[in-house]
């Protein structure tokens, strides 16, 4: 308070000269001596001055608001230039890019998502644009952690990557060979009270070349886990693999070992898998496989294929678009695909649904019986279009064992041409004059010799109605009798996978 006295005070005795002075000169001083420009000059200085310290005097007096005191923040975008990694592509950038997802890593938290899962609050590794070499697996330092995303560049493995190593690895082991290192992840590791190790790590808008060493990514006892707009190649073992955990989201990708538009001349080489989801309650979404020994792998329950499109490799070169290796438990939905000269493949299958695909190329679906079991099945209003060789659109491998169990399985409304059509329910009508009837439905008919439901009329011609029966079902054969010879028409439907 009494600063602002002083202040105020000086002012005014500044001022009070100001006007003395002013006056003093335009009352006193000669007008031929100071001409009438220099008078006006001196006038506009010195109201200047006094407006200066006018504004000095009300600057002083009005303190800050402590709403708008400027706060120190940090950033939780990682620019991977910025750590030294060298965006061309000819220097390894692997130390740059550990050091930035360890900086992310140990960054701001905002409290948890699944217990003893921190929330890294969105911290983004940003590739800004650029081509990285790297020389060992990207990992996280320990499990324990998620919201996080790495997006925006290329990841080239190097010549000495290891050739059993994936470019991200989302799992909870490290293969430093710095022993701290390995008993400060192991002890983060014992410190989480989480049975997931990441939760919504988000790998986005990434190229991914494996230079045929190893894999692209790694996912392991994960909880929403999301790879969106990835192109993954050069892989040889697995182009993305989930382990364990859940809601692994695969959407919007590009993935195949070499990098064609078909009809590659080294085709039937081609091997290694595109997708292995070896969880449960995973998507598969939009996603397009151009080569790989098999397209999607899938051995978890609960998963859903949609929109994919797998020419990976032909049918007639050993390959397999989508297998499905969960024998009596498979609970797998693929609607909405493309099998492109490359079929489905399903072990046992216990609640499968095929459903609005397209089969291109003799591609179709082949049930692979290891225990005989068949229940749940739905493969129904699909299209497929082959090359008139008299390929079955469904076909069996029992060359393990016969299936046995057969219930609830439909293969029905599928259109054709050019394959053979095979069904689950089949109609036929016979025209005759005798006591005898038989229609023979083996050339549609999926499985053989079994007919649980069997439904029919008998239409004669004349006026008279004989008693009739049904005598026979061997062999997907239907026979029916009459007691007295008639002409008549006789109308049948049977169905394979329904019982009464």
């Known amino acids: 308070m009494e600063s602002t006295m002083a202040k105020k005070a000086l002012v005014s005795m500044l001022m009070g000269l100001a006007f003395i002075f002013i006056q003093v000169f335009g009352d006193n001083f000669p007008v031929n001596q100071l001409s009438s420009g220099l008078y006006h000059d001196q006038m506009r200085k010195m109201q200047a001055f006094k407006t200066s310290l006018i504004r000095r005097e009300l600057d002083s007096s009005i303190s800050p608001s402590p709403s708008y005191a400027p706060s120190p923040q940090r950033s939780h975008v990682y620019h991977l230039i910025q750590y030294g990694a060298d965006p061309t592509g000819k220097l390894d950038s692997t130390e740059a890019l550990l050091k930035a997802i360890a900086d992310a890593y140990h960054g701001p938290s905002e409290g948890f998502l699944m217990e003893g899962i921190k929330n890294l609050g969105g911290a983004q590794i940003d590739l800004q644009g650029g ?3 790297i020389s060992q697996s990207l990992r996280l330092p320990a499990a324990g952690a998620g919201n996080l995303m790495i997006h ?6 190097s010549n000495e990557f290891p050739r059993d190593g994936y470019l991200i690895d989302l799992s909870a082991s490290s293969s430093t060979n710095n022993e701290e290192e390995v008993e400060s992840s ?10 997931y190790n990441y939760e919504y790590i988000t790998l986005k808008d990434l190229m991914l070349d494996s230079n045929f060493r190893g894999g692209g990514i790694f996912v392991k006892n994960s909880l929403r886990i999301s790879i969106d707009n990835c192109y993954i190649s050069h892989f040889t073992s697995n182009g993305i693999l989930v382990q364990g955990g859940h809601e692994t989201y695969i959407r919007n990708s590009f993935l195949g070992q070499h990098i064609t538009a078909g009809g590659d001349p080294g085709e039937k080489d081609f091997s290694g898998t595109a ?3 070896m969880g449960n309650d995973n998507a598969v979404t939009d996603v397009v496989i151009f080569s790989a020994a098999v397209g999607v792998m899938v051995s978890g329950q609960a998963n859903i294929l949609t929109g994919v499109h797998c020419y990976n490799k032909a049918t007639g070169f050993g390959g397999t678009g989508i ?3 969960l024998p009596n438990l498979t609970q797998t939905r693929i609607v909405n695909c493309y099998m ?3 079929g489905i493949v399903a072990e046992d299958p216990v609640q499968l649904l095929v459903s609005n695909c397209f089969f291109l190329g003799d591609a179709h679906v082949l049930l692979k019986s290891i225990n005989g079991i068949a229940k749940g099945v739905n493969i129904v209003d699909n299209m497929f279009c082959g090359s008139d060789k008299g390929i079955g659109i469904v076909q069996l491998d029992h060359s393990r064992t016969p299936f046995k169990e057969i219930d609830e399985v439909v293969v029905e409304r599928n259109n054709v041409r050019g394959m053979s059509l095979k069904a689950t329910v089949a109609k036929g009508s016979v025209r005759g004059t005798g006591s005898s009837w038989t229609i023979d439905f083996n050339s549609v008919l999926l499985f ?3 007919i649980k439901n069997v439904q029919y009329s008998l239409g004669p011609s004349g006026s008279l109605f ?4 049904l005598r026979n079902l061997s062999d997907n054969r239907v026979v029916i009798e009459s007691d007295v010879a008639v002409s008549a028409t006789v109308y049948v439907t049977v169905d394979q996978g329904v019982s009464n």
């Open 131 to 133: 081509l990285y070499l």
């Open 152 to 157: 925006g560049g290329t990841l080239r493995a």
């Open 186 to 195: 192991m002890d983060a590791q014992m410190s989480s009270s989480s049975s």
């Open 275 to 277: 997708i292995n989801l």
């Open 323 to 325: 297998y499905l290796k």
């Open 340 to 342: 492109d000269y490359t």
């Open 448 to 450: 053989p010799n079994i």
């Open 466 to 469: 004989p008693n009739h029966a």
